[in-house]
């Protein structure tokens, strides 16, 4: 990991539709290790955008007898509000059709060009527009597109081409012996599998169409649209504009993306930064599919679902706790409205909106709602420590999950605390104590203990499901923002006493199935 800025991608999206579930994953995903960093007292730049320029985006326009920048001006707001609804806290968010992405990827292109590593030929083949992506007749089942199941297009142009073949060894050679280059492993398997059959040139130039940026020594032609749009990873932090910026962010972290696209982020994406002496991402993660029927969801097969239908019922905490914690990051899974409702049920209404229902419901019963005394040295029994102990261990399992990228391990962890907390409830039975005005400053030492547990868990949850913690962390009468709060602020004994709580709805109202 590098020690700077932690610089965090989602893919850019094609605005050729609004965002359905699939895309929602990788951006939920991209979100939560944000969070969690920045948490950590680290520096994060997170970066979304959308994928504006090409000939899907161009059809899509003409479809609708708009010109293209008519067309993605309308839908951009779309998918930003998505973003919006969902919690999401990207710093900044590109378009590949803004100057400061178009004037950049342009003289990249160009000195690529100078330095002889793109020359001109003729491609003939064939193209899939749905994928923008050039196929071999190997590639293809059954004569069709594997992605999308249809028949790709022939083409025969002069285009310009990269010297990709060139990186074959170069790739190879990073991918043996960089563990962290593409995770999970059996991506990056898969993609050494594929480079050891060799590298063909790549063509980065389409003339029959102009949606996209033109090639400066030939305007008669548009950059492949990956080629742009691969780029907005390094113009978004200044590339060719803003030089000093550039250093301190690049190389990226992390870049998510599906696994369908991860070809053009492990092997063009880096081949392009070595011919230009660029430093490499440290990690490009590719996770499976959200699948309907067996299928990966999507527009095209019309079984794209917006996210909005399932914030209406679950809300944005719900939605985004349920994909990261129900489908393990990195497989493919399928999602079920049966298995979202009983998710959220036991782990969010039940576990954890129900200790904090209990907890600052029997502080205002038995405490007037205020936080007793921090309980000394030896007030402190062995159920107590245990329960100290269990949130240190979640945290830092916690953040080995976030290490290896994998927001479901690091879920299951928190929820061991919650746990932990929920049988330490039961094993010391305050209402049991509030009865023996003998056991007085025991109820106050495990009413502390609680309430501190909730001030720990706030702190832990606020990656995943933010509003709750943001709520939460209200009612415990702390100052401030928690997602301003660092995790250097967990542990027992900084509530001050004399603190009012206070009570209201359930965090999470149970939702009944049906
Ligand atoms: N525009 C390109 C990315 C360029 S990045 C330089 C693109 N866009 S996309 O809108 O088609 O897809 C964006 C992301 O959404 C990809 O990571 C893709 O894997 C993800 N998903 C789309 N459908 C999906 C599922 N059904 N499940 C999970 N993620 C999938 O590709």
Known sequence: MSTGVFYVTTPIYYVNDVPHLGHAYTTVAADFIARFRRMQGRQVWFLTGTDEHGQKILRTAEERGLTPIEWTDSIVPRWTEVWEALQITNDDFIRTTEARHEGPVARFVQDLYDKGEIYLGTYEGLYCVQCEAFYTPEDLVDGKCPQHGTEPELIKEDNYFFRLSKYVDALIERYETNERAIMPEVRRNEILGKLRQGLEDLSISRVSFDWGVKLPMDPSHVIYVWVDALQNYTTAVGYGSDEERFALVWPADIHFVGK???????????????????????????????????????????????????????????????????????????????????????????????????????????????????PSYDEIRDEDESLRAAFDKALEQMSAAVDDISPTEALKACWGAVRRANAYVEEVAPWALAKDPEQRRRLEVVLYNLAEGLRNLALMTSPITPRAAAELWRRLGLSGEVTDATFEMMGFGTLAPGTRLEAGDPLFPRIEAG
């Open 260 to 374: 369908d696209i991860l070809w053009f982020h492990s092997v063009i994406w880096p081949a392009m930064l070595m011919a230009q002496g660029l430093p490499l991402p440290e990690t490009v993660y590719a996770h499976g599919f959200l699948q309907v029927g067996g299928e990966k969801m999507s527009k095209s097969k019309a079984t794209g679902i917006s996210p909005h239908d399932l914030m209406e019922t679950f809300g944005s905490d719900g939605y985004r706790y349920y994909f990261m914690r129900e489908i393990s990051f990195g497989q493919d899974g399928s999602f079920s409205w049966e298995s979202m409702v009983e998710r959220y049920n036991f782990d969010l209404a039940n576990d954890l909106g129900n200790l904090c229902q209990r907890v600052i419901s029997m502080i205002g019963r038995y405490l007037d709602g205020v936080v007793p005394q921090v």
